[in-house]
């Protein structure tokens, strides 16, 4: 480790714990938890973790407490924080789409457009993003911070909530109706302008960010390789769709070649029946962890 030279990175808590702890591993770093520490440890002495809420990752490295962490654009946003964010991480613990920031009202409630929130009473997480919302539209409500469960509160303690989503079926099993989207959120790798000003910490947090995308970038893909007559090679790439222009390496026998290349898991078991009426033999699937550009 170079000397007195530690990356201080925020690890969110909650719903994103384990789905970080996942990717970090399929990057090649080793983040182990412990249920009586809030300081993770990782496999690489020069990064030092912390483990704490999404929510509050923005304003400690703002503050300068930690260098750099994992959060959502919403808790950005929500704390107007003066941090950089300095890539987008598609994951979340249900699915690769962003989660959604929405209001939303009982089904039979007649309130239909932003203007029919005055005087209501909201109830939300993000409060400061959604009074600035109803500022936009020229609305003044009573928006007050809900600790929990905050699609149950309506009728009865609240007329209309903000409450974020990823497939809306919570809302609907509440029997609530989607009104208006009020933000869209991914997660996203953040850090301070100190750190990103510091030689030593610009290039380790560029490199962990190269590992981390990379392993974003292999889900869900496999690679694949094959042995091929070059009179059936013609036949074969026409066949197979690659994420770039398959290699193509000679063999012993000259009459064939080896082509290996990378594809969606997914198109798998239409694929390889093709590849063999094309003329491919030896077809072999493989993992794959991480793709780096």
Request: hydrophobic share 40%.
């Amino acid at each position: 480790m170079t000397e007195n030279k530690v990356l201080r990175l925020g690890i969110p808590a909650g719903s994103l714990q384990s789905a970080t702890a996942d990717l970090f591993q399929k990057a090649g770093y080793r983040i182990q938890f412990s249920a009586r520490s809030y300081f993770p440890t990782i496999d690489d002495p020069e990064i030092h973790c912390t483990l704490i809420r999404a929510q509050e990752i923005p304003r400690y490295v703002q503050d300068g407490k930690l260098d750099c962490g994992l959060t959502g654009h919403d808790w950005v946003m929500e704390n107007q924080a003066k941090v950089l964010e300095l890539s987008e991480l598609i994951f979340s613990k249900v699915s690769r789409r962003p989660v959604r920031w929405v209001l939303a009202v009982p089904e039979n409630s007649p309130i239909r457009e932003p203007k029919d929130l005055e005087g209501k009473r909201i109830a939300t997480e993000v409060v400061g993003l959604t009074t600035r919302w109803l500022a936009s539209h020229g609305v003044t409500a009573q928006v007050e911070f809900s600790w929990g469960a905050t699609e149950v509160k309506p009728p009865l303690l609240a007329d209309a909530i903000v409450d974020v989503t990823e497939t809306g079926s919570s809302l609907r099993a509440n029997n609530l109706r989607i009104v208006a989207e009020i933000l869209e959120s991914t997660t996203r790798f953040i850090c301070s302008e100190s750190a990103q000003g510091d030689p030593w910490k610009k290039a380790k947090m560029e490199d962990l960010l190269l590992m981390l995308k990379g392993a974003l970038a292999a889900e869900g893909k496999v690679g694949m390789m094959m042995n091929v007559r070059r009179s059936d090679l013609g036949q074969v790439l026409q066949v197979l769709p690659a994420l770039q222009t398959p290699t193509i390496a000679s063999l012993s026998d000259a009459e064939w070649v080896d082509v290996n290349t990378i594809l969606d898991e997914s198109l798998v078991r239409r694929i390889v029946p093709a590849l063999r009426a094309a003329g491919a033999r030896g077809i072999v699937e493989y993992p794959i962890s991480k793709i780096i550009d």
